[in-house]
C-alpha cells in the first residue's frame, strides 16, 4: 500500500511512501519530518517524509491495527487492535513496554491524557477505558 503526503497549498504530492502490504488505517504526525502509519498488516511504521523513507516498524502478534496515538513528548506510542487489546509502545528503545487486555471486542480508538499520564481506549463492547500509562512502582 502506499501512503501519499501532500502540502495543503499545492496539489502536488510531496512524498510517496511504500512498504504495508495491507490497508493503511491510521496515520499520525510525528514531530516535523515523521508520519507513523498503522495498517491491516498488523505493522506500525516509522517514515521519514523528507527522505520518503522507513525509519523503524512494529508488529503485532496478534489483532489487526485499527488506531494508533503518541503522547505529547513523542516517547510512548499507544496502538489499539481488533482482538481488544490495547499495546504500549516505547518509541525510543522499540520494546512492547504494556499490553491492556479488558475490552471485549475491537479497540477502534485510542488517545493520551495532555499530561501522558493515562491513556483512553473505546471499544465496540461499549466502553471507554482508562488505564495509567506509567504503572505505580
Known sequence: MINRVWP???????????????????LVFYGNNRLISASEDKSIRIWDIAKGSELDRFVLRSGRLTSIN?????????????????RLW?????????????????????A???????IASGSED????????????
Not at 528503545?93 to 471485549?104: D, E, M, P, W
Not at 493520551?112 to 493515562?118: K, L, M, N, V
Open 8 to 26: 495543503v497549498s499545492q496539489n502536488i504530492s510531496v512524498a510517496t511512501l511504500n512498504g504495508h502490504q495491507s490497508k493503511i488505517i491510521d
Open 90 to 110: 516505547d518509541l525510543q528503545t522499540k520494546n512492547l513496554l504494556i499490553v491492556f487486555n479488558q475490552h471485549q471486542g475491537i479497540v477502534w480508538s485510542v
Open 126 to 137: 461499549q466502553t471507554v477505558r482508562l488505564w495509567r500509562s506509567r504503572p505505580k512502582l
Open 112 to 118: 493520551f491524557s495532555p499530561s501522558g499520564s493515562h
Open 70 to 86: 503518541f503522547n505529547s513528548d513523542n516517547n510512548f506510542l499507544v496502538s489499539g487492535s481488533s482482538d481488544g487489546i490495547v
